[in-house]
């Protein structure tokens, strides 16, 4: 009687491994297809994209104004944009108490360019330096405040919450 002829380990172990590569390389394929090649979605380019801090995204320019105004001055960061219906602004005074609202302010903006945002609809947007003369009150109580109020987004997808800047009177030289 003939011995059946043994495959030695190493061919088995080799001819194995060899087909699981193979199983996995099938399914692995397809699955890159599907998945891997797609275009990345807003969040995911947000994630990749660096995210600056308010201040460096719309850095702020104040000027005392001949006539007792004060202009203020953004310059957004490349790729981010200030909304036209969020700037506001006020003035706060020691006096008032805590849930007093602080008095609006006269203001000017020139128009923006006119976009369809998907958090606010159709908007107008600055891209560029604004320039934001206020009026201010001649007789303003010592300690007294401007309060600014803005928002703006990077084109790529990240919104910045809404901010709130005060500026004392004193430290604009008016």
């Avoid at 590569?21 to 947000?46: D, M």
Wanted: glycine content about 8%; proline content about 8%.
């Amino acid at each position: 009687m003939r011995r059946p002829r043994l495959v030695p380990r190493a061919l088995f172990r080799g001819a194995l491994l060899s087909a699981i590569g193979a199983c996995l390389l099938a399914v692995a394929l397809p699955t890159y297809a599907q998945f891997g090649s797609r275009a990345a979605s807003g969040l995911e380019q947000a994630d990749t994209r660096r995210v600056l801090p308010a201040e460096q995204a719309f850095p702020l320019e104040i000027t005392a104004l001949a006539n007792g105004g004060v202009r203020l001055t953004w310059t957004p960061a490349q790729d981010h944009y200030l909304y036209r219906h969020r700037f506001a602004f006020s003035l706060a005074s020691p006096a008032q108490t805590a849930s007093a609202e602080p008095a609006p302010l006269t203001f000017t903006l020139p128009d923006g360019k006119a976009m369809e945002d998907e958090f606010f609809g159709a908007i107008e947007a600055y891209f560029g330096s604004i320039a934001v003369d206020i009026t201010l009150p001649q007789a303003a109580p010592d300690g007294s405040e401007l309060v600014a109020h803005y928002q703006g987004c990077a084109s790529w997808g990240f919104c910045y919450p809404p901010q709130t800047l005060r500026i004392a009177l004193e430290t604009i030289g008016r």
